[in-house]
């Protein structure tokens, strides 16, 4: 819900992009559609299709950043999307084993 009230937000500003205004509108019709749905009955949200500028600018803006802070992003904001309560299980180290496979024609 967050997420769609940012992006309403930057579509309000004076300046704002046909792709921030764009963004605004379908989030507008996504809350819609959330308000009109009868309650404990599931909606579908409004599809918004990205356009080719947005990725670009997305892409952009990401280019500069380091892989594992990219990483930590997204760590971070799946963690968030979990439902209180639940606790993630730490994660084990990979444990190789190595076997010694003796050379052909050694005796």
Same mark, same amino acid.
């Given at each position: 819900m967050e997420n769609l009230l940012e992006q *309403?937000?930057?579509a309000i500003v004076v300046d704002a992009s046909l792709d921030a205004r764009a963004a605004g509108v379908a989030a507008c019709r996504t809350i819609l559609a959330a308000l009109d749905a009868a309650p404990g009955q599931p909606f579908a949200p409004a599809v918004v299709t990205p356009t080719p500028s947005a990725i670009a600018a997305a892409v952009g803006a990401l280019r500069g950043v380091p892989p594992?802070?990219?990483l930590d992003i997204a760590i971070s904001r799946l963690r968030a999307a979990l439902p209180s309560g639940v606790d993630v299980p730490a994660a084990q180290p990979l444990k190789f084993h190595i *076997?010694?496979?003796p050379k052909l024609g050694a005796s």
């Open positions: *309403i937000r930057a594992d802070q990219l *076997i010694h496979v």
